[in-house]
């Protein structure tokens, strides 16, 4: 069965960091685009950065650049989110995504798996 499975979400006060995960199960990773959206309570669901298959080019939307970093480990067939200096706009639930044969797009009608999403809160 191939799936992906998302975690690490919590509550965290403003300005603190969190690290997200997104674990591949049944297919390596190693082979896929891979994206994580969110999405806000009454909000759009979002596409905010993908890590290309190949050679690993990444993109950020604006809204995160300089604070979020995406990375993988093969090893261990998972892909991170690293996001620092957190804002209570951030607070959404994340899911990650893969496609394959795919490059540099943060359309979600391109990828085939997704996880399951983990909560984000931003609060003090």
């Known amino acids: 069965q191939l799936q992906l499975v998302d975690s690490g979400g919590g509550l965290v006060q403003p300005g603190g960091s969190l690290r997200l995960s997104c674990a591949g199960s049944?297919?390596?990773?190693?082979?896929?685009?891979i994206a994580w959206f969110r999405q806000a309570p009454g909000k759009e669901r979002e596409g905010i950065v993908f890590?290309?298959?190949?050679?690993?080019?990444?993109y950020y939307v604006d809204s995160v650049k300089g604070r979020f970093t995406i990375s993988r480990d093969n090893t261990k067939n998972t892909v991170y989110l690293q996001m620092n200096r957190l804002r209570t706009s951030d607070t959404a639930v994340y899911s990650c995504?893969?496609?394959?044969?795919?490059?540099?797009?943060?359309?979600?009608?391109?990828?085939?798996?997704w996880g399951q999403g983990t909560q984000v809160t931003v609060s003090s």
């Open positions: 995504e893969a496609g394959f044969g795919i490059r540099s797009t943060l359309d979600p009608e391109q990828y085939t798996y």
């Open positions: 049944g297919f390596s990773l190693t082979y896929y685009t």
């Open positions: 890590i290309n298959s190949g050679n690993d080019t990444t």
